[in-house]
């Protein structure tokens, strides 16, 4: 497991320190998206004296680096989450309990048709992630308004 996340940040020109491989480990452990705030509470029953703007600045560093992945929320709050599937993908992300799902599918291909023959532009890179709600959280509205 830490040797896993050795590499992961050794790829980085990281160095390994036992703060970076908490980090990662609070966010492996999750099954779903985290804010720094999170992140931080978690960090700090280990590592006192911690300040927030240090756990922005490895979060930050780490997705830069690709590592983890910065979830776009309609409540505008700065989340992360960390997958381990390195496959090109997407995510579904359930913005009621905070649940992500990898999405094994990229339309990404056929917007780039789009761009280079409707727009005669070139695409660099992409953006996709679906925001909506899980299995469990439409069974728990249809709950609720049935009654
Ligand atoms: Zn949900
Ligand atoms: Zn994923
Ligand atoms: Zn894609």
């Known amino acids: 497991m830490e040797l896993y996340f050795h590499s992961l940040l050794k790829g980085l020109n990281l160095k390994t320190t036992?703060?970076?491989?908490?980090?990662?480990e609070?966010?492996?452990?999750e099954q779903g998206y985290l804010s720094?705030?999170?992140v931080w509470m978690r960090m700090k029953r280990k590592f006192r004296s911690?300040?927030?703007?240090?756990?922005?600045?490895?979060?930050?560093?780490?997705?830069e680096g690709n590592i983890i992945s910065r979830v776009i929320h309609p409540d505008r709050k700065l989340y992360y989450y960390f997958c381990r599937n390195e496959e090109h993908h997407h995510h579904f992300v359930c913005v009621s309990c905070r649940r992500v799902e990898d999405l094994n599918f990229c339309a990404g291909r056929e917007m780039e048709k789009l761009v280079v023959e409707g727009i005669r532009g070139?695409?660099?890179s992409h953006i996709l992630q679906i925001n909506g709600l899980c299995s469990e959280c439409v069974l728990k509205e249809g709950a609720v308004s049935d009654e």
């Not at 036992?18 to 990662?24: G, H, K, Q």
């Not at 609070?26 to 452990?29: G, K, M, N, V, Y």
């Not at 911690?50 to 997705?63: C, K, M, S």
């Open 18 to 24: 036992p703060r970076r491989i908490a980090l990662l």
């Open 36 to 38: 720094p705030e999170d």
């Open 122 to 124: 070139r695409v660099l």
């Open 50 to 63: 911690l300040g927030l703007p240090t756990v922005y600045r490895n979060l930050e560093e780490l997705h």
């Open 26 to 29: 609070i966010l492996d452990d």
